[in-house]
């Protein structure tokens, strides 16, 4: 996506904007909004610390509109703390065939949940409650891949109708220290790619059985939906979830 966030490299939950031209993003108030909105053209001095690599970077953003992007930066942020973010995330252990997750392309291992555009994975309850509020529709979820050091938004439609184990995923999952980010990659910032094609094949047909024939349920086929984000707590928006601390 040809955002300026994108431009400069923003990399979605692992990159926390701690300050804007010179000053520290210590509280939560309109600092970073106020510059942003003051300087649409020109270069804005923002200090990005990595927590996956825990190293800071200074990096210059020129805030613009631009009809492929919402808000001036074409980044979600949101205020929040990286203590122990690294542990923040959920681990894919074991999918199973035809379920949800098999079926978004989440794999085993390899694959850590981050969150949604609103909510951080904290804890296997947060993304349990996430997933009972999108039975059987579409929910966008940022899941970071250790094997290619990259975030990408994955499509996941939760549902009991599928049939299989792994409760409405369709996976085990783990959490907490022993699931932590690798420390093999923590020497790379990561990256992200935001896509704006739907990808078929990642929302189950809920009017068949995992073994293709017909099922009688109410339950519909639903559309994939594309990697668009709305506006959420001003207008400098963003389709890479950066976070201010």
Not at 36 to 50: D, F
Not at 68 to 73: A, D, M, N, R
Not at 104 to 115: I, N, Q
Not at 136 to 159: A, L, N
Request: contains cysteine.
């Amino acid at each position: 996506l040809n955002s300026p966030a994108s431009y400069v490299g923003l990399v979605g939950f692992f990159d926390f904007i701690v300050g804007v031209d010179g000053t520290p993003l210590r509280k939560l108030d309109d600092t970073l909004v106020s510059v942003i909105k003051r300087n649409v053209g020109r270069e804005v001095p923002l200090t990005v610390y990595n927590y996956k690599c825990r190293e800071f970077r200074q990096i210059k953003i020129v805030p613009k509109r631009d009809s492929s992007y919402t808000g001036l930066l074409g980044v979600t942020i949101r205020f929040d703390s990286y203590h122990n973010a690294e542990q923040n995330v959920v681990r894919i252990l074991e999918v199973f065939k035809n379920g949800p997750a098999d079926l978004a392309g989440l794999v085993p291992t390899f694959d850590y949940l981050l969150g949604t555009a609103e909510r951080v994975f904290k804890n296997p309850d947060i993304l349990f409650e996430e997933l009972t509020n999108h039975i059987d529709r579409p929910m966008e979820v940022y899941v970071y891949s250790s094997k290619t050091d990259h975030v990408r938004v994955t499509v996941i439609m939760p549902t009991f109708e599928w049939g299989g184990n792994g409760g409405c995923l369709g996976a085990e999952i783990g959490y907490g220290y022993l699931h932590k980010l690798p420390q093999a990659g923590n020497s790379l910032t990561g990256t992200s790619t935001i896509t704006t094609n739907s990808v078929p094949n990642m929302v189950p047909d809920l009017t068949k059985s995992p073994d293709g024939s017909p099922r009688t349920s109410n339950a519909t086929k639903r559309d994939v939906i594309q990697d668009q984000w709305v506006e959420s707590g001003g207008e400098i928006d963003v389709n890479l979830p950066s976070i201010s601390s």
